[in-house]
């Protein structure tokens, strides 16, 4: 399975935006990118997935680079709500299951 | 909207008793996961189902079993609890969509609040 890297922490402003990096330089042509994220004491939630293309809903934005090598999550208005461990995930396109890493671990101080 | 939702919350056990965990979701979702989270660390997978009637082991299996009777239902058993076993396990479920040559373009898993398990 192709791999991610993410740095452990982070830490925001609120109401500033926040880019979070994942590097997957082992990526497939084949792999979908997903993100998801697990708020305190809560189930992982979905954020967003994108094969190629930026993607963009109501919760955040993906950009992908042009290589795909790497991916960056943005959160344009992060709110003390967002504080969360933030998890990038490589997924097959055949493949159903997901394989999560520790992920990134997001503070956002007031 | 309940969407998934896992009984008991907390459980403590002895080592060598029994229990089963219980998932129901109300999204008529065709597949089924049980992951485990042990302190600060992602989730492993250690069953999953992709219809009624069937199962599949995941990474972490050994020491669980699973039943999916029902599609809105999946049951983990602990035959033996051991300490090893402590962990907060959550339960998933997702509808799959494909197309094509893209393949499974979209399989977003809905997760339950979690089990809080301790093993003795």
């Keep these: ?110 | 909207n309940a969407g998934v939702t896992q009984t008991p919350k907390f459980r403590v056990l002895k080592t060598g008793q029994s229990m089963t965990l219980l998932c129901a979701q109300d999204m008529n979702h065709e597949y089924m996961y049980w992951y485990r989270q042990d302190p600060g660390m992602g989730l492993r997978l250690i069953h999953y189902s992709v219809g009624e009637g069937t199962t599949a082991k995941g990474e972490v299996p050994d020491g669980y079993n699973v039943s999916r009777l029902k599609k809105q239902n999946f049951l983990l058993g602990l035959e033996s609890a051991a300490p090893s076993q402590t962990s907060v396990y959550f339960c998933a479920s997702s509808q799959p969509k494909t197309s094509g040559i893209l393949g499974l373009t979209k399989n977003i898993q809905y997760f339950g609040a979690g089990t809080r398990l301790s093993v003795l």
């Design chain 1, 1 to 110: 399975d192709a791999k991610t890297t993410q740095p452990n922490s982070m830490e925001s402003n609120e109401e500033e935006p926040v880019h979070l990096p994942c590097n997957h330089s082992t990526i497939s042509g084949t792999d979908y990118i997903h993100w998801y994220r697990q708020l305190p004491s809560q189930g992982p939630e979905y954020v967003i997935h994108g094969l190629t293309s930026n993607v963009n809903n109501r919760m955040a934005s993906l950009a992908i680079a042009e290589d795909r090598k790497s991916s960056t999550l943005i959160l344009h208005r992060a709110t003390l709500r967002d504080a969360a461990v933030y998890y990038c995930i490589l997924r097959d396109k055949d493949d159903y299951k997901l394989s999560f890493g520790a992920g990134t671990t997001v503070t956002v101080r007031a």
